[in-house]
Nanobody, 131 residues
Framework: QVQLMESGGGSVQAGGSLRLSCAPSRYIPYIHSMAWFREAPGRVREGIAVLTTGCGGPDETIYADFVKGRFTASRHSRKTAVVLVMNDLQPAAPASYYC?????????????????????WGTGNQVTVSS
């Protein structure tokens, strides 16, 4: 079992920045994928970004088109938290942001956003962007 401990989020005006962090409760094996999703009321949960590693390929970060150039997902090592820095946030209804973990699985551009592929989920942090 792995618990994902999230922190960060909050409220900001349009154009501002926020930072989210997600720390696993234990060491993560080499082959895995750590992703960020968001869910707004009345909308489906959508993938934001994934950091994926293992299976003979290089470490890779994949972003949803709607955040490219504005959001950055990163971490220092498998022992440290995954961080999502969100810049130039756009006005939107409050949404919950979740981190998710798939052990033993590398993700690809045509699959990473499928939430059913992830076993472990954080409890979510609220993000509100006002105009």
């Amino acid at each position: 079992q792995v618990q994902l401990m999230e922190s960060g989020g909050g409220s900001v005006q349009a154009g501002g920045s926020l930072r989210l962090s997600c720390a696993p409760s234990r060491y993560i094996p080499y082959i895995h994928s750590m992703a960020w999703f968001r869910e707004a009321p009345g909308r489906v949960r959508e993938g934001i970004a994934v950091l994926t590693t293992g299976c003979g390929g290089p470490d890779e970060t994949i972003y949803a088109d709607f955040v490219k150039g504005r959001f950055t997902a990163s971490r220092h090592s498998r022992k440290t938290a995954v961080v999502l820095v969100m810049n130039d946030l756009q006005p939107a209804a409050p949404a919950s942001y979740y981190c998710a973990l798939a052990l033993g699985a590398r993700m690809y551009s045509n699959t990473w956003y499928r939430e059913g592929l992830y076993t472990y989920w954080g409890t979510g942090n609220q993000v509100t962007v006002s105009s």
